[in-house]
């Protein structure tokens, strides 16, 4: 009989997948190509004296700062994905990074509507083409940045996971986990996304303000045009920060997966799960705490099959009682732990 040691069923906890991966990869590609347009513009703007390529140079700096928050996050997860100090590993880095990005969005959006005010009350004279040609520049960097951070690799990576359901050696293998787009909330790529497109949007914003400035002479557009564009970052801003928050704080809806969860372990024999709990590690998995009562227990190893195959649940506990009454369903289970505890916690 094969003899195994507690090394057998040790796992990782490092929940990266190749999606995410790909994405530190563009996103540090767009970072580059942010601070070579900043250089561009900065130089360009000391040469021909351009106050408005100068101005829009720095801006590109802080835009390059706010990706750069992207690209730090990706290397600090890969880097201690395996770090013990982490329980759950660093699949909520991404969403801290996220929630910060939103912050930083929102004070944008925030100095976009007082600059534009400002600008409303004491108008400042426009170089109409010089900003135009800004404009266009900064868009094009930013429609290339987009594509970049958007050319998703979905549907052609997948990671290996460990089976949630038998020891590493000798009776361990793998499956492939593919993730669909609706279940990967990396916060961390949504928010570098939405920096790039809120800069494109500001730049088609500002091309349509200083067209109809320069051929009506209407210069009030280019505020107006302001005070548009920070609305909209600051909603997606909002929206940013509060899925992120929720990632954080474990307060997500896992309604369908938890229907799931206890469809498939109360279907089998006369289980009823008593206890359950379901909250997201990573952004394509999440974890489950289940505790279950039955007449008739067996083995942790049995419930946990139970569950195999379900897309993106990466960590399983699974606590089983056994009920020595008539009716164990609803109201009238009650446990006397020194009794009828019959498995206490075993985990993936």
């Not at 730090?72 to 395996?82: D, E, I, N, P, V």
């Not at 067996?298 to 195959?309: A, D, I, Q, T």
Request: glycine residues 8%; hydrophobic residues 45%; aromatic residues 8%.
């Amino acid at each position: 009989m094969q003899k195994h040691d507690i090394s057998d069923w040790d796992h990782s906890h490092d929940f990266s997948t190749a999606d995410q991966a790909d994405a530190e990869r563009r996103t540090r590609w767009v970072v580059g190509l942010t601070l070579a347009a900043m250089c561009v513009e900065l130089v360009a703007g000391w040469i021909t004296g351009s106050m408005a390529l100068l101005a829009d140079g720095w801006h590109m700096g802080s835009h390059a700062a706010a990706l750069g928050i992207a690209a730090y996050a990706y290397a600090f997860a890969r880097q201690r994905g395996a770090d013990p100090r982490f329980t759950f590993g660093t699949g909520k880095v991404p969403s801290l990074a996220g929630y910060t990005s939103a912050l930083l969005l929102a004070a944008g959006a925030v100095w976009m509507v007082f600059e534009s005010l400002s600008r409303l009350i004491d108008p400042v004279e426009i170089r109409y083409e010089e900003a135009i040609i800004v404009a266009v520049f900064g868009l094009a960097v930013n429609l290339l940045s987009a594509w970049l951070l958007g050319h998703s690799g979905h549907d052609h990576h997948h990671h290996e996971h460990a089976h949630p359901h038998e020891p590493k050696h000798p009776h361990h293998h793998a499956h492939e986990q593919r993730h669909g787009l609706a279940d990967i909330q990396d916060h961390n790529l949504k928010a570098a996304y939405l920096h790039v497109i809120a800069d494109a949007l500001t730049s088609v914003l500002a091309l349509v303000a200083l067209g109809m400035g320069m051929l009506y002479g209407w210069a009030f557009m280019d505020p107006l045009m302001g005070i548009v564009g920070a609305i909209l970052v600051g909603r997606w801003a909002w929206g940013l920060a509060r899925e992120s928050a929720q990632v954080l704080l474990d307060a997500g809806d896992h309604g369908e997966i938890e229907r799931e969860i206890r469809t498939r372990i109360e279907s089998d024999a006369d289980n009823q799960v008593s206890d359950l709990h379901v909250w997201r590690i990573a952004p394509a998995g999440r974890a489950c705490i289940l505790s279950l009562v039955t007449h008739h227990p067996r083995p942790v190893e049995h419930y946990r099959g139970l569950l195999s195959g379900m897309k993106g649940l990466l960590h399983i506990t699974v606590e089983v009682n056994q009920c020595r009454q008539p009716a164990c369903g609803g109201e009238s289970i009650t446990l006397d732990p020194a009794v009828d505890r019959f498995t206490p916690h075993t985990s993936i």
